[in-house]
T-cell receptor, first 117, second 111 residues
Framework: GAVVSQHPSWVICKSGTSVKIECRSL??????MFWYRQFPKQSLMLMAT?????????EQGVEKDKFLINHASLTLSTLTVTSAHPEDSSFYIC?????????????FGQGTRLTVV | DAKTTQPTSMDCAEGRAANLPCNHS???????VYWYRQIHSQGPQYIIH???NNETNEMASLIITEDRKSSTLILPHATLRDTAVYYC????????????FGTGTSLTVIP
């Protein structure tokens, strides 16, 4: 149980285009999802907190107009990287919190490798 | 959330116990100690968490000192598949708070 799935697993896009990454909680409802970014040989950096039905909360230094987050349902959050540039190439990971007995844990997706060329 | 300090890297022989330390000297009374690991190019995987009592599950054991200022994650019989970066995180449980990751410990299990 408590499976989080991301799609796609990897994507290559041209500079200037936009890319959408989906994060789904497959067997539970997640009122809150989190988006992280990880550059090579570095730790995960929290980008934003996504709450179902409301605007996302972004960490300091993260451009909300560049990284659009939509959390339209209790099982789906999307991250859109707009006008992507090579420096946006990174590993993007989402996580979701469950409700109920295991609500103290966060479960992570398998990540999406974005390469902007 | 309290800051944690972990060694950058560790080696462990296959089949032996891997003991991964974590210092969290500024931990608050309501903060739990969580451990996650990340195998290369995958999302983090939950291992275990605890407040003050030692905890054990099918993956690992968590030993928390009496003053709660440090803890040790124990993998009893390390395998090659345990090679990963291990993150120790302290945070208040049962909240919408995020998990903030430090640099973690890169564990290499050697054949």
């Amino acid at each position: 149980g408590a499976v989080v799935s991301q799609h796609p697993s990897w994507v290559i896009c041209k500079s200037g285009t936009s890319v959408k990454i989906e994060c789904r909680s497959l067997d539970f409802q997640a009122t809150t999802m989190f988006w992280y970014r990880q550059f090579p040989k570095q730790s995960l950096m929290l980008m934003a907190t996504s709450n179902e039905g409301s605007k996302a909360t972004y960490e300091q230094g993260v451009e909300k107009d560049k990284f659009l987050i939509n959390h339209a349902s209790l099982t789906l959050s999307t991250l859109t990287v707009t006008s992507a540039h090579p420096e946006d190439s990174s590993f993007y990971i989402c996580s979701a919190r469950t409700q109920g007995p295991r609500n103290t844990e966060a479960f992570f997706g398998q990540g999406t490798r974005l390469t902007v060329v | 959330d309290a800051k944690t300090t972990q060694p950058t890297s560790m080696d462990c022989a296959e089949g032996r116990a891997a003991n991964l330390p974590c210092n969290h000297s500024t931990i608050s009374g309501n903060e739990y100690v969580y451990w996650y690991r990340q195998i290369h190019s995958q999302g983090p995987q939950y291992i275990i968490h605890g407040l003050k009592n030692n905890e054990t599950n099918e993956m690992a054991s968590l030993i928390i000192t009496e003053d709660r200022k440090s803890s040790t994650l124990i993998l009893p019989h390390a395998t090659l598949r345990d090679t990963a970066v291990y993150y120790c995180i302290v945070r208040v449980a049962n909240t919408g708070n995020q998990f903030y990751f430090g640099t973690g410990t890169s564990l290499t299990v050697i054949p």
